[in-house]
C-alpha cells in the first residue's frame, strides 16, 4: 500500500499550502496528517480527514475523495514550515501507512 | 498530561540486537494500544508494528516480522521493542506513538531514540 506525496511544496507567507496524498480510491478511508519539525517527534494536526486536536489553529483542514486527500494550510506562516505526512490505516493488512512525505517551504 | 519516555540512544554493531523502552504514563496503560515508529536520516516514517498492553498482542510489519519482538511491563507501564540482527540500514530514530481509542492514528509521541549500527 503506497501513498504519494509530492517530495516539495512552496509557498509564500500569507498564501494557501495544498498538500495532497494519493492512492486509488483513498476516498474510501480516513486520513491523518502530521507536521514534524526538524529534530522533533511528529505532530497530529488534522484527524479523520478533516478535524483538528486541540491546539491546533483553524488554518489546517483537511479533504478527502476520489484517489487524492489534501491537507490546506491557509494563511502560511513562517512556523508552519515543517515535513508534512499523510498516514492511513490499510484495512485488508492492519498495517499503518505513511505517505513518503511532503517538505513545505515558506519562501 | 500523556508523555511517552523513551530510552537514551544507542550504538550497537551489525548483527547485534537493541533494546529501545517507552515509559507511558498520564493515562491508563493498558487502554491503548502503543505502535513503533522509525525515521532513518533523511528518510520518512516508517511503521514497525504495534502492541496492546491489555493482553501483549502484537502485528508487526511484514518487513520486520522476522527480526522484531514487542513486549510490555504493565507493573511499569513500559513497552519494549527488540530489533535483531542489526545492520547499517537500521540506523534511525524509533519513536513509540500512542494510537488513538477510535481511529488508528498516533496522538502522541515519545522523544525518539536514535539507535546507531556501525562497525
Known amino acids: 500500500y503506497v501513498l504519494t506525496q509530492p517530495p516539495s511544496v512552496s509557498v509564500a507567507p500569507g498564501q494557501t499550502a495544498r498538500i495532497t496524498c494519493g492512492e486509488n480510491n483513498i476516498g474510501s478511508k480516513t486520513v491523518h496528517w502530521y507536521q514534524q519539525k526538524p529534530g522533533q517527534a511528529p505532530v497530529l494536526v488534522v484527524f479523520?480527514?478533516?478535524d483538528r486536536p486541540s491546539g491546533i489553529p483553524e488554518r489546517f483542514s483537511g479533504s478527502n475523495s476520489g484517489n487524492t486527500a489534501t491537507l490546506t494550510i491557509s494563511r502560511v506562516e513562517a512556523g508552519d514550515e515543517a515535513d508534512y505526512y499523510c498516514q492511513v490505516w490499510d484495512t485488508s493488512s492492519g498495517d499503518r501507512v505513511f505517505g513518503g512525505g511532503t517538505k513545505l517551504t515558506v519562501l | 498530561q500523556v508523555q511517552l519516555m523513551q530510552s537514551a540512544a544507542d550504538v550497537k554493531k551489525p548483527g547485534a540486537s537493541v533494546q529501545v523502552s517507552c515509559e507511558a504514563s498520564g493515562y491508563i496503560f493498558t487502554s491503548y494500544t502503543l505502535s513503533w515508529v522509525r525515521q532513518a536520516p533523511g528518510q520518512g516514517l516508517e511503521w514497525m508494528g504495534w502492541?496492546?498492553?491489555?493482553?501483549?498482542?502484537?502485528k508487526y510489519a511484514q518487513k520486520f516480522q522476522d527480526r522484531v519482538t514487542m513486549t510490555t511491563d504493565t507493573s511499569t507501564s513500559t513497552v519494549y521493542m527488540e530489533l535483531r540482527n542489526l545492520r547499517s540500514d537500521d540506523t534511525a530514530v524509533y519513536y513509540c506513538?500512542?494510537?488513538?481509542?477510535?481511529?488508528?492514528?498516533?496522538?502522541?509521541w515519545g522523544q525518539g531514540t536514535l539507535v546507531t549500527v556501525s562497525s
Open positions: 502492541i496492546a498492553p491489555f493482553n501483549g498482542n502484537t
Open positions: 479523520d480527514v478533516r
Open positions: 506513538a500512542r494510537e488513538g481509542l477510535t481511529s488508528i492514528l498516533f496522538d502522541y
